[in-house]
């Protein structure tokens, strides 16, 4: 959103007024709805500009907990590394070279 011009929101509120019947012209009156115009935009453009700020700190925090739940829930990689041959061959049931334990009676 484009900032408000503190005169920009008073020149439309003059304007719809003029449009109502209501004239304004210089004195007290003007001057106080002048000062609420400006002080209504420059709030207007804190709290817009809070909220960008706000959101953007949101978005962060939202990423470093996406990362974080990514992290502990992937798939393990393969940081083991892979069994080798022989170790292989000696966890197969009927492998010639295997050991058998004979019972004893």
């Known amino acids: ?3 408000i011009q503190k005169d920009e929101l008073y020149a439309h509120v003059s304007q719809f007024l003029r ?7 210089d004195g007290s009156y003007p ?12 709030a207007i453009n804190l709290s817009q500009k809070s909220i960008k700020q706000a959101q953007a700190g949101i978005n962060k925090n939202l990423e470093r907990m996406r990362e974080v ?3 502990k829930t992937a798939p ?3 940081a083991k590394p892979a069994a ?3 170790a292989a061959s000696r966890a197969k049931p009927g492998n010639p070279r295997r050991k ?3 019972a004893k009676k």
């Open 31 to 42: 001057r106080g709805i002048q000062a609420g115009c400006s002080l209504l935009a420059d």
């Open 1 to 3: 959103m484009k900032p």
């Open 69 to 71: 739940i990514h992290e």
């Open 76 to 78: 393990k990689s393969a």
């Open 19 to 25: 449009a109502k019947g209501v004239e304004m012209k």
């Open 84 to 86: 080798t041959p022989k």
């Open 100 to 102: 058998r334990a004979t």
